[in-house]
């Protein structure tokens, strides 16, 4: 529980090796704060959890088996907390060295990191997310996945192995180390803001969608060098997410899809409204081939594959869309006279900017061949296919 919850919150994927050995002699050079913390600092936050207890939901009985399948709560789990317990030391289970006792000691309390702080009442996982809040660690960690999730590249990668002693631009580490942040003071200040506008993801997210270096072109007027990447010199291009791919097939052509959702009374038109990344319904297998990842133990994935290409060219989630009397968007275009206006409206819908010359000289060819209704409905599918199935399509530039 403590690494899940350190890795997610903290960023500090680190304990997982700390609990198992002290870190000097493992971490030296890996990481600073973490070569100096014992295993027994990290029983000490574990111990913050020892009072938690979880069971599984048990259905009255009697209830249908197509009720348990449709109800929210099948497999899933009550989390409370016991007044009593304690972390002990004079253990021989679990996946980990035994904990063997220190000395006289056969119990560990829970003392928070960096602040030392102890519970002051019986919920010892409360007094952890209070201390948890108020630690620096937490607003740089949700600052820097924050800035990952918009540029495609955070301030301090990996976003789950920052280093306390390495991150504070008004503490430089020791050397030969250099500070973690790319731009430590930046972040530092982001973390600042994030605490400032009450953790709001909307407030913050719309402060980094403002700044200029979000707005950033991602051209290169000279010849591009990886170097140039941390820099946020030029805005990074980032393949979209799994649900973004599948919500742009759908907003480019007007036709959305009904998902349903276990629990729910209403059905939703966007992967983006799903609850969960491994939400099983008409769209999965599709969202799937994009690499959604799941909460636990696959994480999200920007890898491209031979499955996503032939998806975009094959699914029917993408070619029943794309029939002009499937899509109102296609249909609305349709409409149009002009081929000029055709094409730039296609460009616009499907790719969010006008075609360059040759994209357009190559459009306004198909489109000249188009003598009938029939002809131009089908040409228009044909490019509304190709534009899907561009490069530009899976990108954020």
Same mark, same amino acid.
């Given at each position: 529980?403590?690494?899940?919850?350190?890795?997610?919150?903290?960023?500090?994927?680190?304990?997982?090796?700390?609990?198992?050995?002290?870190?000097?002699?493992?971490?030296?050079?890996?990481?600073?704060?973490?070569?100096?913390?014992?295993?027994?600092?990290?029983?000490?936050?574990?111990?913050?959890?020892?009072?938690?207890?979880?069971?599984?939901?048990?259905?009255?009985?009697?209830?249908?088996?197509?009720?348990?399948?449709?109800?929210?709560?099948?497999?899933?789990?009550?989390?409370? *907390?016991?007044?009593?317990?304690?972390?002990?030391?004079?253990?021989?289970?679990?996946?980990?060295?035994?904990?063997?006792?220190?000395? @006289?000691?056969?119990?560990?309390?829970?003392?928070?990191?960096?602040?030392?702080?102890?519970? /002051?009442?019986?919920?010892?996982?409360? +007094?952890?997310? *209070?201390?948890?809040?108020?630690?620096?660690?937490?607003?740089?960690?949700?600052?820097?996945?924050?800035?990952?999730?918009?540029?495609?590249?955070?301030?301090?990668?990996?976003? *789950?192995?920052?280093?306390?002693?390495?991150?504070?631009?008004?503490?430089?580490?020791?050397?030969?180390?250099?500070?973690?942040?790319?731009?430590?003071?930046?972040?530092?200040?982001?973390?600042?803001?994030?605490?400032?506008?009450?953790?709001?993801?909307? +407030?913050?997210?719309?402060?980094?969608?403002?700044?200029?270096?979000?707005?950033?072109?991602?051209?290169?007027?000279?010849?591009? +060098?990886?170097?140039?990447?941390?820099?946020?010199?030029?805005?990074?291009?980032?393949?979209?997410?799994?649900?973004?791919?599948?919500?742009?097939?759908?907003?480019?052509?007007?036709?959305?899809?009904?998902?349903?959702?276990?629990?729910?009374?209403?059905?939703?038109?966007?992967?983006?409204?799903?609850?969960?990344?491994? +939400?099983?319904?008409?769209?999965?297998?599709?969202?799937?081939?994009?690499?959604?990842?799941?909460?636990?133990?696959?994480?999200?994935?920007?890898?491209?594959?031979?499955?996503?290409?032939?998806?975009?060219?094959?699914?029917?989630?993408?070619?029943?869309?794309?029939?002009?009397?499937?899509?109102?968007?296609?249909?609305?275009?349709? /409409?149009?006279?002009?081929?000029?206006?055709?094409? *730039?409206?296609?460009?616009?819908?499907?790719?969010?900017?006008?075609?360059?010359?040759?994209?357009?000289?190559?459009?306004?060819?198909?489109?000249? /061949?188009? @003598?009938?209704?029939?002809?131009?409905?089908? @040409?228009?599918?044909?490019?509304?296919?190709?534009?899907?199935?561009?490069?530009?399509?899976?990108?954020?530039?």
């Amino acid at each position: 529980m403590l690494v899940k919850t350190a890795t997610a919150f903290l960023g500090q994927s680190n304990y997982d090796c700390l609990l198992c050995h002290n870190g000097r002699g493992h971490l030296d050079q890996l990481n600073v704060w973490g070569a100096g913390t014992t295993r027994m600092q990290a029983w000490q936050m574990a111990a913050f959890f020892s009072r938690l207890s979880y069971t599984q939901y048990s259905f009255p009985a009697g209830t249908l088996q197509a009720d348990i399948n449709a109800s929210p709560y099948n497999q899933s789990w009550i989390v409370d *907390d016991r007044t009593t317990g304690q972390y002990d030391l004079n253990t021989n289970y679990g996946n980990r060295p035994n904990r063997t006792a220190v000395g @006289t000691i056969r119990n560990v309390q829970p003392s928070y990191q960096f602040s030392g702080a102890t519970p /002051k009442a019986g919920s010892w996982r409360f +007094e952890f997310a *209070d201390n948890m809040v108020n630690d620096p660690m937490f607003s740089r960690n949700f600052a820097n996945r924050l800035w990952k999730a918009m540029f495609n590249m955070a301030l301090a990668d990996p976003v *789950d192995q920052l280093d306390p002693a390495r991150l504070d631009p008004g503490n430089p580490p020791p050397s030969p180390w250099t500070f973690q942040a790319t731009h430590p003071e930046l972040l530092e200040q982001l973390a600042a803001e994030l605490r400032n506008r009450n953790y709001s993801l909307r +407030e913050f997210l719309r402060l980094i969608a403002e700044s200029s270096a979000y707005q950033l072109s991602s051209r290169y007027s000279g010849d591009w +060098e990886l170097s140039y990447v941390p820099l946020f010199a030029r805005h990074y291009a980032r393949r979209l997410d799994a649900e973004e791919v599948h919500d742009a097939v759908a907003k480019s052509t007007g036709n959305f899809p009904k998902l349903a959702v276990a629990g729910w009374a209403n059905t939703v038109s966007y992967a983006m409204q799903l609850p969960d990344t491994v +939400e099983n319904n008409t769209s999965a297998t599709f969202l799937n081939y994009f690499l959604r990842g799941n909460r636990d133990t696959q994480p999200r994935s920007a890898q491209g594959s031979i499955q996503q290409q032939l998806a975009l060219m094959n699914d029917t989630f993408v070619t029943g869309r794309i029939h002009m009397n499937q899509s109102p968007n296609l249909t609305a275009i349709a /409409k149009l006279t002009d081929r000029a206006q055709i094409i *730039d409206e296609m460009f616009l819908t499907f790719l969010g900017r006008f075609p360059d010359s040759y994209e357009k000289g190559r459009a306004d060819a198909m489109l000249a /061949k188009a @003598t009938t209704t029939a002809l131009k409905n089908t @040409t228009l599918e044909d490019m509304a296919w190709s534009l899907i199935n561009k490069l530009d399509f899976l990108f954020s530039y």
